[in-house]
Every structure is written in structure tokens, then in C-alpha cells.
């Protein structure tokens, strides 16, 4: 009998334990959501980053130079290209337009800042391929130079082929590009610079 009452005391005590511990273990459960949810919301809010990106937004003339090998005479184009902020202020994108060597040329990129990686990144797609081009990197101190660093395939090759890319707000209606190639066992060269201004 006494090893009975021990049991039933111990059972007890088991269920009065459990009782207290649930409210809690509900309660965390409740501050872990609502944490998740600040994260999530941190996430997917616009912010200071996107502003900047919003600097480039408009309608733009564009004069590009374009080296297909180091030493080589550039070949020119000029185009024209319209770019937006997109999903409330999330994305800018662009919609380019132009020609290389008379050839009708068209593009469209999607550029945005990830709040989770701290990271501006881009993507490209053009009527030059079926691939895309993928970059990601930072302002520098003045908040003016934003350097990224992608990589695409070379399709001559079958190697990956490493890009530099460099945007520089000149002021507030004007900005340059630059891009720099690195194939291979080559030394990066710059291949493109493009010189943009606003259309007011």
C-alpha cells in the first residue's frame, strides 16, 4: 500500500509539473512567432537601401563603348533605356533598348537589395543568349560607387566566365558602368563602359 501511495504521489507531482510547464512551453511558442514575424516583416520591408536604388530610376540616353579583347578599338552604341521601381518599392527594373554593330539589341534587368544578406544584387537577361547574368556586392564608404562581382557562362569555352561590374553616380542625373571580363587564365580587362543620362 505504501508503495502504492509512493507511485500515486510521484504521478502527481508528474502531472502537477506538467501543468505548470505547458502555459510556459505555449507562451514560448508565442514569443518565438511573434520573433519569427519581426524577422520576416524586417524582411520584406523596403528601407534606406532600396532608396538608393530608386535613384536610377527614369528614362535614360545611354552611350556605350564595348572591347571584345584587350587592345582592341572599342565599338560604340548608343540606346536608350527606362527603368522603375517595382512590388512596392522592392526592385528596380530596367527595360534597355539599342543596337550592337546594327544588330537590334534588347534587355531587361532586375536589380534589388537583400536585407537578410546585407548584400545589392542583379540579374540580366538579354537578345544576346538564353542565360542570365548574376551579380551581387556593395556601395563603397561614399555611398556613390556600387561594385558586384557576377559570373555567367562562356559559351564559346564552357567555362565560367567572371564579371566586375561598377556603377558610379556621376550626380544625380548621370551615372557610368563599367564591366570588366575575366576570363580564365587571362587578366581582367575592362569590356564595356557606359555613360547614362537622364532624359528630363
Known amino acids: 500500500a505504501e508503495g502504492r501511495h509512493e507511485m500515486e504521489r510521484q504521478i502527481l507531482y508528474l502531472v502537477l509539473m506538467i501543468s505548470l510547464l505547458m502555459p510556459l512551453s505555449a507562451k514560448d511558442r508565442k514569443n518565438d512567432d511573434i520573433e519569427r514575424m519581426k524577422k520576416w516583416q524586417a524582411f520584406a520591408s523596403p528601407g534606406s537601401m532600396h532608396q538608393k536604388l530608386a535613384e ?20 560604340e552604341t548608343r540606346s536608350s533605356s527606362e527603368t522603375k521601381m517595382i512590388l512596392g518599392g522592392r526592385y528596380l527594373k530596367m527595360f534597355y533598348e539599342g543596337s550592337v554593330s546594327n544588330i537590334p539589341f534588347k534587355g531587361i534587368s532586375i536589380a534589388g537589395y537583400d536585407n537578410h544578406k546585407k548584400k545589392f544584387f542583379s540579374i540580366w537577361i538579354d537578345t544576346m543568349g538564353t542565360g542570365v547574368l548574376l551579380s551581387e556586392g556593395q556601395y563603397d564608404a561614399t555611398g556613390k560607387i556600387l561594385t558586384e562581382i557576377g559570373e555567367m557562362d562562356d559559351v564559346a569555352t564552357g567555362q565560367k566566365l567572371k564579371m566586375k561590374i561598377v556603377t558610379t553616380m556621376l550626380d544625380r542625373d548621370s551615372y557610368k558602368l563599367e564591366m570588366y571580363s575575366h576570363y580564365p587564365g587571362r587578366k581582367p580587362f575592362k569590356s564595356m563602359e557606359l555613360i547614362s543620362n537622364r532624359i528630363k
Not at 59 to 70: E, L, S
Request: net charge positive; no cysteine.
Open 56 to 75: 536610377r530610376a527614369g528614362k535614360w540616353k545611354n552611350r556605350a563603348k564595348m572591347w571584345m579583347k584587350p587592345g582592341s578599338p572599342p565599338v
